[in-house]
């Protein structure tokens, strides 16, 4: 017989259930979990055009350790000790913080049952979401092993949503997300989403490589990834030229011969009205103030206004008085394969200098830009603001609106440029870009005291563009002005 003390007993016994659990239970349940995780993904990977890669499945930890241990990473974490003058350990510690901070924590799950669901709910919520051109022959021509890369102009932060709703039948998208979305909260979120975080200022020689070798990596692996090259929102609402950062991470180790090709899909996104307009408006006010443009104001995060704007929108609905924001539309260009590129142009992106490397991404950059630019779809909304932009302060009566109006699809349709026409009824669309221009006093009639919110003007009316609201309807028109 041993006798024990009863609070040796309870000790013991609490060590040994914990035991039980750590050393027995709890991997048998990870190792179930696991199963039916990776069984969930095969099955997944048979309904999607473009596959879920092993890389974007691997453990997070070990992606970091791989990365840290890139040769050109330790090569660039050597030199930053040496530069700096710190210890190679600082420096180590340094790239680390670097690594968690880009590495995302992807989870299939998060993304097709949370991620895609709310933004499916969203976009619908807030616009008449519709799909414009696609040319789905060329996009099921495809190498399946391909690294595809969707190529997307940037009007607004609901991009991000509304693309991977659209493209959630076909992938799961990796995006690179900005400084904004670093917030308690979403972080997580958007992590296990499968984006990844980029500090757009940073002139840090250590952290431009550490993030240049994941999308590197990432590319290889054949990540499907989605990127904006324009490298932040639209101020004026017209297209932004290029920048060359994460193109040129992609391309610039480009083997043509390897096994794996390098897939551009071009992308156009437009909207009867972005949420943020206003806010890039003051934004480009600001920017054009010398004193404060160097330090190039970007939209961040603020919950107080989130919550402001959200009360107000519930409000409107409780009295019956929201409406949704129009359309919104997505159209996807011709595939441009990078190994074809090359092969016409009979270059190899490794044996160029550095000078002729350079000019070759830049070229390719602004040739994916311009076919981004043919796919812009053309919206309700943007062809009634260029009409009323380009009469300015001349009242124009209905019918003289709908000929200009006719006069711009007609040109449009010349073109082979998509326009969204809602129910096939040219009349309609634009009573539908009018009305949504009339409700925010962008544009101004004499009947609007009068008349229904939503009612279609009556005869012998006239509308002007508001002279208070000129940029914002320089906005709306930007988006399409590239087509002309």
Known sequence: MVTLPLWAVVALGAFAVLAILDRILVPSLRWALERRAYAAIDELNTRLRLKIQPFKLAKRRALIDSLLFDPEVLAAIEAHAKE?????????????????????????????????????????????????????????????????????????????????????????LSYAVGEWAQVWGLKSLISSMGAYFIRRDSRDPLYRRILARYVHMATSAGVTQAVFPEGGLTRDGALRPPKLGLLSYMVSGFDPKAARDVVFIPVGVNYDRVLEDRIQIGALAVEANPDVAARGPRFRFNPLVLVGFLAKNAWLAVRGRWYRYGYACVSFGAPVSLRDHL?????????????????????????????????????????????????????LTPFELKGRVFEIIEQLEARSVYIHIPRADRDYAIDVGLRMLVMRKVVLTGAAARASVGAVAADGESYRANPDEKLLLTYYANSIAHHF
């Open 84 to 172: 700096m003058g710190v210890p190679r350990d600082v420096s180590m510690q340094k790239a680390k913080t670097y690594a968690r901070e880009i590495v995302p924590a992807f989870s299939a799950y998060t993304y097709f049952s949370v991620g895609t669901r709310a933004a499916r709910w969203l976009s619908q919520a807030l616009y008449r979401v519709r799909l414009g051109y696609l040319n789905d022959a060329a996009l099921k021509a495809v190498d399946p092993d391909a690294a595809v890369v969707f190529v997307i102009n940037h009007r607004s932060n609901m991009d991000y949503v509304l693309v991977t709703y659209v493209a959630s039948s076909s992938s799961a």
């Open 343 to 395: 092969w016409r142009r009979g270059l190899d992106l490794r044996s160029l200098s550095p000078e002729a490397r350079t000019r070759e991404i830049e070229r390719l950059g602004h040739m994916l830009m311009a076919e981004v630019g043919h796919v812009v779809p053309v919206l309700p909304v943007p062809m009634v603001a260029r009409v009323m932009l380009e009469a300015g302060d001349h009242a």
